[in-house]
């Protein structure tokens, strides 16, 4: 059969990240996709993975995704439309593209991206916010921006993942202003594990002024930090894979299918826009 590789999006906020785990009650995005597969009669039921699969990274518990990618060999029939079929609502595919032999969907990727969505009120507010000064020290937009020049570029980045091998990248750090909000963007090759989330600890450390910015340098030298010192990886609720690049695809967004995703992750954002307007009230109401 053809070779195919297909976007898919997903609310990791129920998952025990993307790729399986070997206890089988421990739910995954990759399990969900396995089932649709195997509900579609496109993976045999004692099959372990479709022929030809990979998938473009792990991304781990809690985290979401945009542009995951997966590629198989899969049927002319099997579209995002169809895969959705079998899929649960918090997981979408939305747009496909045909794939030469030999393509792998790990090691053919050009570039990823994550981006994460920090809630860091600016020191500088006229009027802060009370609820962000109970819950997030206010960040001056500077020196966050100064970290996260100084951490773009080529590293080993050895004291920012538990990764213990393979730990040069090459990173590009992007930091925009969003209201009480810095969306930070990371670009990069490929990413050790947790290295996002710590670099996003790091960088609010240094623009909160917990940490100095020459603490930067000290983590990126060859020794070890001493444990006391190490950085402890953000939240991951608020990371989304963003993006995947592959030189040699053409993806086609199905209409339906991307529709269809639209509508579950909209109603998503109104139900977690009211559940945080209840939260609101109960926290005001003891004041």
């Not at 029939?77 to 032999?101: I, M, Q």
């Not at 990823?112 to 507010?125: E, G, K, Q």
């Amino acid at each position: 059969m053809p070779r195919r590789a297909f976007r898919i999006a997903y609310d990791g906020t129920d998952y025990h990240g993307f790729q399986r785990q070997p206890q089988p009650d421990i739910p995954t995005v990759e399990d969900a996709v396995f089932d649709a597969l195997r509900a579609l009669a496109v993976l045999d039921p004692d099959a372990d993975k479709p022929a030809g699969y990979a998938a473009a990274g792990r991304t781990d518990a809690g985290v979401s995704a945009l542009a995951q990618t997966i590629a198989l060999e899969a049927p002319d029939w099997l579209t995002p439309r169809a895969l959705n079929a079998e899929l649960p609502a918090d997981v979408r595919a939305w747009a496909a593209a045909d794939a030469p032999d030999g393509f792998h969907a790990t090691h053919h990727a050009s570039r990823r991206a994550y981006t994460y969505h920090l809630y860091a009120p600016p020191a500088d507010a006229a009027t802060p916010d009370s609820d962000a000064d109970a819950t997030a020290p206010a960040v001056d937009d500077e020196r966050f921006r100064a970290a996260c020049d100084a951490l773009s570029g080529t590293h080993d980045i050895h004291n920012l993942t538990p990764d213990d091998r393979n730990t040069e990248r090459s990173l590009t750090i992007a930091a925009e202003r969003d209201g009480d909000y810095f969306v930070v963007t990371v670009s990069a090759g490929g990413f050790a594990r947790e290295l996002v989330r710590r670099l996003v600890s790091l960088v609010r450390a240094v623009g909160a002024g917990d940490s100095p910015l020459a603490k930067i340098e000290r983590v990126l030298e060859p020794e070890p930090l001493p444990g006391h010192e190490g950085i402890a990886p953000a939240p991951p609720e608020p990371l989304v894979l963003t993006a995947v690049d592959y030189p040699a695809l053409a993806f086609e967004i199905d209409a339906d299918a991307a529709e269809s995703a639209r509508a579950v992750f909209d109603r998503r954002r109104v139900d977690r826009r009211t559940g945080a307007r209840v939260a609101g009230q109960v926290a005001d109401g003891m004041r």
